[in-house]
């Protein structure tokens, strides 16, 4: 989602366009308060909201949007090791830890 708006600062008046990604555009109007009070110390009844559209992946300007666009992304496969069962467990053991990951 696309969002035009207006805020005050401690010292003026300033206009932006900000992007978000989201399911919902009451979701991306929540990130951007967020966003705004974290950033830029804005109350939320200092922030106008001007526009809001929905925009297709060729409409994105930001770079953090673009970034989610390829098609060939991939993510890291995490392996969980399966638990030792209860009457294998201690709480005190004689053995140094494993510091690497299995």
């Known amino acids: 989602y696309g969002i ?3 805020y005050e600062s401690r010292t ?3 206009n932006m366009y900000k992007e978000f990604r989201d399911v919902t555009i009451n979701g991306a ?5 967020s966003e705004m009070a974290g950033r830029h ?4 009844n200092t922030i106008q909201i001007i526009n809001t559209a929905t ?3 060729s409409e994105c300007k930001r770079e953090h949007m673009t970034e989610m ?8 496969v995490i392996r969980k090791m399966p638990l030792v069962s209860k009457k294998l467990r201690t709480t005190f053991t004689a053995k140094r830890p494993t510091t690497f990951a299995r």
């Open 55 to 57: 925009l297709q992946a």
């Open 29 to 33: 109007v929540s990130q951007m308060y």
């Open 41 to 44: 110390r804005a109350h939320p």
């Open 12 to 14: 003026n008046t300033h």
């Open 69 to 76: 666009h390829d098609s060939k992304l991939k993510y890291p």
């Open 4 to 6: 035009w708006l207006r």
